[in-house]
């Protein structure tokens, strides 16, 4: 670990987690930034280095951790000459809760309140798939009832909806576009109050757990969702006429924070970033889970990785996920919506009157959990940020050992001075809308 | 429950012959493999790691490392699920590998000795696993040699102990309360 200097005004409290001044920073510092990359030789960053302006000609600035546009508490620093960025970090941790510290005094059954509250815009992907791996965990994973899985695939395509439409009303307050984000907020609250009417909550919703989920759906549920999915098809056609036609909004974004795939697959980014560089991977095509092979949708990429092609992706995406819940509306089966092992089930209350086992049981369930043989597993789902992993490892106890949630907006967000590079300040702030990181997960 | 079963799609799946897979994973790599709920496991020294890596990514497809984390078995007997000529060392770091071509998955875990608590670094390999491993260090001491920029990166810069280390307690930050002479 280097050692914090204090001479200099540009560092603050988070010491060597921030961005080195620039005299400071030699040829290591650029490889790490873009040589590793783009696979550059040694002396080629170091040529590059030569190339540099001096100190003198340049500033660091912090933008965040309370910028609007930095959409909760990320902190850019920037390296500025002129406008135009040279350097960036994100500085990140300022919403770091220990969650997955958490996680390991948690029961598999109070596992999904706990990740359900890091990526607050998508938390029924958090609740799923940690569901999965504990199921996976405990070999039951083939055994959940189809009600259970198509009802959770449908809560997830809701979900992304309702994610996508955050996206596209942050995005359009990025770039100035106010009235988009009245639009964007409007058409996701009606999708929240969806979600409320089935899960009970309109965020944090703790509905999908191991095992099925917490509840049947409840009545009026399939007019509930007809009349979203009318609400929403002709107003995803106004946002187009609105923005994607736009010729100042395609000016702010055409060609702005590109990437092309190979540094994509370098950086490990997923999702909207990876597929606007022309690769269809997709986690519900490529590595299907729930049934999401028996359903038809297409993974929408892009062609020039830019800003523009992750909006217009996450835009069509939004479309993609209402065919497929009208396909779920058709498809969805009669049956139990969780499993009927009494391992995983408490009993069902009826019992629970006349049965002192089940009162016991019940009991037991809700207060010790149950038993999770032992070993380790890694399952992995396609969030709206892309691909979100839980990888949990369990001693046989009821905890988990070890709970890892590998976030999406993690890896992401360390793709942003790649993306940033090169470019104006203003630009930025499109750059960072288009990455959509949400620091919840980030942080965890 | 049987309706369930006749619709859910599973019953074709095939038993996975979990040990057979591995024998052929170990003749196939060079390093000892097991197999994990039908997830394939690799279990590389330190010293193969980087090596390693370097030919699944150049060499048999697994071109994304999607994830680098670790465990403090601290509190957890061995064997815990290693093959038999792997010595278990309090850490472990956890790499996770994707093929995009074949869409398969490949786990690598690497046993780290509490005595000297480091592992190479994978950012030559994948760039990408720059913050990860920034975080492994973060959360449990482990100092990845040849990494460019290992500091902190979600716990404040003076932040004392690796708080997802087994013996660093849940509630760390001592409560006070007004008059009391010892606060803990």
């Known amino acids: 670990m280097t050692s914090v200097s204090t001479d200099d005004t540009a560092r603050t409290y988070e010491g060597s987690q921030e961005l080195t001044p620039r005299k400071g920073a030699g040829a290591a510092e650029l490889m790490r930034e873009v040589g590793s990359v783009l696979r550059m030789s040694e002396a080629e960053v170091a040529a590059l280095a030569d190339d540099q302006p001096t100190e003198d000609q340049t500033m660091i600035l912090n933008m965040g951790p309370q910028h609007p546009s930095t959409h ?33 005094t948690l029961t598999y059954l109070q596992g999904p309140t706990n990740v359900t509250r890091m990526d607050y815009a998508s938390p029924l992907f958090n609740e799923l798939v940690f569901s999965l791996a504990t199921e996976t965990l405990l070999g039951i994973d083939g055994d959940i009832p189809a009600r259970a899985q198509w009802i959770r695939m449908l809560l997830c395509e809701l979900n992304r909806m309702s994610s996508h439409l955050l996206f596209l009303a942050t995005n359009g307050l990025d770039l100035g ?55 929403c098809s002709p107003r995803l056609d106004e946002y187009d006429e609105l923005l994607t036609g736009q010729p100042i909004f395609r000016a702010r974004l055409q060609g702005v924070g590109v990437i092309t795939t190979d540094e994509a697959i370098a950086l490990g980014a997923t999702g909207p970033i990876l597929r606007s560089t022309g690769l269809p991977w997709d986690l519900r095509k490529d590595m299907p889970y729930l049934f ?52 995983v089930t408490p009993p069902p209350r009826a019992r629970i009157d006349e049965s002192m086992e089940a009162l016991i049981h019940h009991f037991k369930i809700f207060t010790e959990g149950f038993k999770v043989p032992e070993g380790e597993v890694y399952c992995a789902v396609e969030s709206p940020r892309g691909e979100l992993g839980c990888y949990l490892v369990s001693d046989g106890s009821g905890v988990p050992y070890r709970m890892r949630i590998r976030g999406p907006s993690f890896v992401n967000v360390q793709a942003l001075p790649h993306m940033l590079r090169g470019g104006l300040i203003a630009d930025a702030v499109a750059v960072i809308s288009s990455v959509d990181p949400i620091m919840g997960e980030t942080d965890r | 429950m049987s309706d369930a079963e006749a619709t859910s799609g599973f019953e074709d799946e095939p038993v996975v012959d979990e040990a057979g897979a591995a024998a052929e994973a170990q003749t196939r790599f ?9 997830q394939q496991v690799l279990h590389p020294t330190r010293d193969q790691l980087v090596d390693l890596v370097r030919t699944l990514r150049d060499d048999e497809g697994y071109r994304v490392c999607i994830d680098v984390t670790a465990v403090d078995y601290l509190a957890y007997e061995a064997p815990r699920g290693l093959p038999p000529d792997v010595g278990p060392e309090r850490f472990e770091v956890v ?36 913050g990860l491993e920034r975080e492994v260090y973060d959360m449990f001491g482990i100092e990845f040699t040849g990494h460019p920029d290992l500091s902190r990166i979600l716990m404040p810069e003076d932040w004392d102990g690796f708080p997802l280390r087994k013996d660093h307690p849940v509630g760390a930050i001592p409560v006070q309360f007004k008059g009391v002479q010892d606060a803990r």
Not at chain 1, 92 to 103: A, D, F, N, S, V
Request: hydrophobic letters at 40%; aromatic letters at 6%.
């Open chain 1, 72 to 104: 909760g508490v990320l902190r850019l620093m920037l390296e500025l000459e002129g406008e135009t960025v040279l350097r960036s970090k994100p500085v990140i941790g300022y919403l770091h809760t220990g969650m997955e510290k958490t996680g390991e």
């Open chain 1, 177 to 231: 576009a106010v009235s988009m984000m009245l639009f964007g907020w409007r058409e996701r609250e009606e999708t929240l109050r969806l979600l409320e009417m089935i899960t009970g909550l309109r965020m944090n919703h703790n509905f999908i757990r191991p095992g099925g989920v917490a509840a049947d759906l409840p009545d009026g549920w399939r007019d509930g969702v007809l009349r979203v999915l009318d609400l």
């Open chain 1, 292 to 343: 999401y092979d028996q359903v038809e949708f297409a993974a929408v990429v892009g062609s020039y990785g830019d800003a523009f092609d992750r909006y217009a992706i996450r835009l069509n995406e939004v479309r993609e996920s209402m065919a497929i819940v009208r396909q779920i509306l058709d498809a969805l089966p009669a049956g139990d919506y969780r499993i009927q092992d009494r391992k």
């Open chain 2, 30 to 38: 060079g390093v000892p493999a097991t197999s994990s709920r039908g």
């Open chain 2, 95 to 130: 790499v996770g590998l994707l093929a995009l071509d074949s869409h398969e998955r490949l786990r690598l875990r690497v046993q780290v000795p509490a005595a000297d608590a480091t592992c190479p670094s994978l950012f030559d390999v994948h760039p990408g696993t720059e």
